[in-house]
């Protein structure tokens, strides 16, 4: 069987991109094509198009939407490396732009000028996105100059932009009522958490009452992802993220320290100096340190900053305002809160990046059969 | 700009291959063309088709050959991760078996009944390599069940066969004139290895004399890496594989270790006795340990068998026959030496298996624009 698939960079993440027209709709049937296109059942992905990392082993179906005023669904699917199963339950930001540039590029949204907006509906968790995509003189761009924090290559220019994020996943910014509390993990010391669902649902760890900085090495963050992996599953039952006697997965709630600004260098090797940032944040990605943040939990860092007592207000050192400047392993990220009501953003808003890379036909084998294991 | 490429996996390796047509003939318009598409000059070749470990980061180009009785030229590109270079001057048999599959599968050679012959030729080194092709009831085939040691996938069964395989790169089997010979890298006391040409130029260290075993696991390898590295660069000169004043590169000699077959584990957890094989290798694959063997250091390794003295037969017992099995990490590969002529197999062959993963036209940023680094 041979499905067509286009191969974007969104940001610091890979991503295979099906048409809808190409795949099934039968989500079973659809996790099935896409662990046999990826090679995924196995740890390096030898038999497939999976790049065999987290932010390398993810892909979107998109399709024109029939909603009003929108203009594109995408369903994104977090491949699993050596599993052989698809993670549905989270969105992917990244991806995002990926998908704002490829429908301006494929055709499906008309050009309008030097910039075309695509509004996106998340069919994972509901949210409507918008991608601002620079189609300078009026055409579509295979390439650009613009940068993210993460890499020096340029890409297409997308301004990405979460709609009303809040509560999408569990109907509320709050979902245990409150702003900050304390979380009991194990035998130790109890640690301070905002538990926050705004672009993805997020638990964010106060580094202070965790004797940690959030300023970790990906190295020390690679020594800690098993307590942190225990802190997510503390948290995801009590923001009502599991069915009745469902396990705990690796993909929500997002898990992460969050600090004061520290003086830092950069994955790139960059020096940045306190001053320069608000906030400094270390994530997961499944189970390894993010090398930068997830736009999706940067969204629910900037969200959480925006209230008082939250452990972001705490480290930034009170309520933050329109800009949020999140100091990550790959560099700064700037994310802008915007048509603020009741201390919730009707808007949030990042500059990113987005290329092409390849568009393809993938030999997929009948699903089921022997792979790599 | 947009080229044109298939990916292929051969064996254990995964390589995109591009027809000649589509690429520059001139060697630094090539290199920058590659890196430029893998994205290569960053460690995790994020903005482009790399795959970031050495053996996804590979690449040929094929034409139909000019040479009477040769079907097919390749030329073998290992595209350096983060280097932002290539490196020429190897071969790769994985890849081969994927040249040989995709010349059947794009109609390059007419399919000749239930098996199809590709003689090839690689540019890099001069060898000369018949690729048989399983072409079950006269047609090309995308899938199949073969296995090969380091995955459970199944591919197209591809026979490779390696021809008159001795002294291709520096003129001679025994390129120092012995087949064993005391080496000393810095103070330590000197190890006893031989150099042989055949597939590639091969540096093997008797495992016993470095007090080792041959059997270490990847692990143990990696923290070998740096040892091994100093080995090679050792041996370059003597081998005659450095021009004047030019300093040892990565990938030539290939590196190993060999000794004694003892009991071990594959790393798909299979258990090997000992009388199921008749040689421990591990080898390097630019630094890193080879999840299983490269085909060009098999050919090497079962040639050194057939001479006496050399440290393959003082650790198989004595000179090997016909065929030659060799414990891997990824398991046990019987290669066939036949031919035989004054100690130097004529033929060397190896059963394979490969499968087309995506045929893609991938987009190349104009090379020399910033890229991650």
């Not at 027209?21 to 709709?25: A, G, I, K, L």
């Not at 030898?46 to 990392?53: E, H, P």
């Given at each position: 069987m041979h499905t067509p698939a286009t191969l974007v960079r969104g940001g610091t993440s890979k991503c295979w991109l099906f048409h809808q027209?190409?795949?099934?709709?039968e989500l079973g049937a659809l996790e099935k094509l896409l662990v046999a296109a990826y090679g995924a059942t196995d740890p390096v992905e030898?038999?497939?198009?999976?790049?065999?990392?987290p932010t390398t082993s993810k892909a979107a179906v998109v399709s024109a939407s029939p909603e009003p005023d929108t203009d594109i669904d995408y369903l994104f699917a977090q491949v699993g490396i050596g599993t052989g199963s698809v993670e549905w339950t989270s969105n992917c930001g990244n991806c995002a732009t990926g998908v704002a540039l490829y429908a301006v590029a494929k055709g499906l949204v008309p050009i309008t000028g030097d910039r075309t907006r695509v509004v996106m509906r998340n069919m994972n968790t509901g949210a409507v996105l918008e991608g601002l995509v620079d189609t300078t003189g009026g055409v579509a761009h295979d390439f650009g100059d613009q940068t993210v924090p993460g890499t020096r290559a340029g890409g297409v220019a997308v301004g990405l932009t979460f709609r009303d994020p809040a509560g999408r996943t569990t109907g509320s910014l709050l979902p245990t009522g409150s702003t900050a509390q304390e979380l009991r993990i194990g035998a130790a010391d109890p640690i301070l958490v905002s538990m926050v669902d705004a672009g993805a649902p997020v638990v964010l760890v106060d580094a202070t009452s965790a004797a940690r900085t959030g300023a970790e090495t990906l190295e020390q963050m690679r020594a800690d992802a098993p307590w942190l992996r225990t802190v997510r599953h503390a948290a995801a039952p009590l923001m009502g993220l599991l069915k009745p006697g469902e396990e705990p997965g690796d993909a929500v709630p997002k898990v992460g320290l969050v600090g004061r600004p520290v003086p830092y260098t950069t994955t790139l090797g960059e020096r940045v100096a306190a001053q320069d940032y608000d906030i400094s944040v270390r994530m997961l990605t499944m189970n390894a340190p993010h090398p930068a943040i997830g736009l999706t939990s940067a969204v629910a860092v900037a969200a959480a900053g925006l209230l008082e007592g939250s452990v972001v207000s705490r480290a930034a050192g009170g309520p933050t305002e329109e800009w949020l400047r999140l100091g990550t392993p790959a560099g700064v990220i700037a994310v802008r809160c915007s048509d603020l009501s009741d201390g919730r953003p009707g808007r949030v808003t990042v500059q990113r990046a987005a290329r092409l890379l390849a568009d393809a036909r993938i030999y997929v084998p009948e699903p089921g059969r022997p792979q790599a294991a």
């Open positions: 027209v190409h795949v099934p709709t030898l038999d497939g198009v999976g790049g065999a990392t």
